[in-house]
């Protein structure tokens, strides 16, 4: 793994979080998308090397939905950028860690990704994303 590539937020309301964190950070948020296959909206800050990613849901069946149903709002995931997923992911599958996704898949800011199941993990949702090239 090469480096912690941001920290997922679980957030009711981007229009009430993204101004709450841009003075919080004191810098602007530089990116918003909607990941429809998640059912998220995100909104993206730079923190020196790594970034932020807020996530607010787009459909109560959303992952992110039933995260903030359960455990309010919060840090949701750790993603770490990896320079070839498909190996990363097999690597960890050989050391018993459970993937969520058999392939990658398309995630938000031009990546590739692959989450691991937090009970593998000490109950933290680790994500693994690559750069589309």
Do not use: W
């Not at 990363?88 to 459970?98: I, N, P, S, V, W």
């Amino acid at each position: 793994m090469l480096k912690i590539e941001h920290l997922g937020i679980a957030v009711k309301e981007l229009s009430k979080s993204i101004p709450l964190f841009e003075q919080l950070l004191n810098s602007p948020c530089y990116k918003t998308e909607i990941v429809a296959s998640e059912g998220v909206s995100t909104a993206f800050f730079q923190t020196g090397e790594a970034k932020i990613e807020l996530l607010e849901a787009t459909a109560d069946t959303s992952p992110i939905s039933k995260f903030i149903a359960k455990k309010g709002e919060g840090i949701h995931h750790i993603a770490f950028e990896v320079e070839n997923i498909e190996a990363e992911m097999k690597r960890l599958q050989a050391l018993g860690f459970e993937l969520l996704n058999e392939t990658p898949k398309n995630g938000a800011d031009n990546k590739l990704v692959c989450f691991l199941h937090p009970k593998t993990t000490n109950g933290v949702l680790i994500e693994l994303c690559q750069e589309k090239k």
